[in-house]
């Protein structure tokens, strides 16, 4: 059963990525909307993998 879900998970995040790169080249509408969501589901990811840090130490930036 974890096979089934890892694999639907893989095939999503490829079919977002290949959505990506058709949207950058004129795609359909519908292919801009599921570039939009991959683009903004992975900046949500990026964001939450992130340690917290305290407001106004930024020296490492």
């Known amino acids: 059963m974890a096979v089934v ?3 639907a998970l893989v ?6 990525c290949v959505c990506v790169v058709w949207a950058s080249r ?3 509408r519908w292919v801009r909307v599921v570039a939009a ?3 903004g589901a992975g900046e949500l990811a990026r964001r939450s993998g992130r340690p ?3 407001a ?4 490492d930036d």
Do not use: D, K, N, Q
């Not at 095939?11 to 977002?16: R, S, T």
């Not at 106004?56 to 020296?59: D, L, M, T, V």
């Open 26 to 28: 004129g795609g359909p």
């Open 52 to 54: 917290r840090r305290a």
């Open 37 to 39: 969501v991959t683009l």
């Open 56 to 59: 106004g130490s930024e020296a």
């Open 11 to 16: 095939l999503l995040v490829v079919g977002g």
């Open 5 to 7: 879900v890892v694999s």
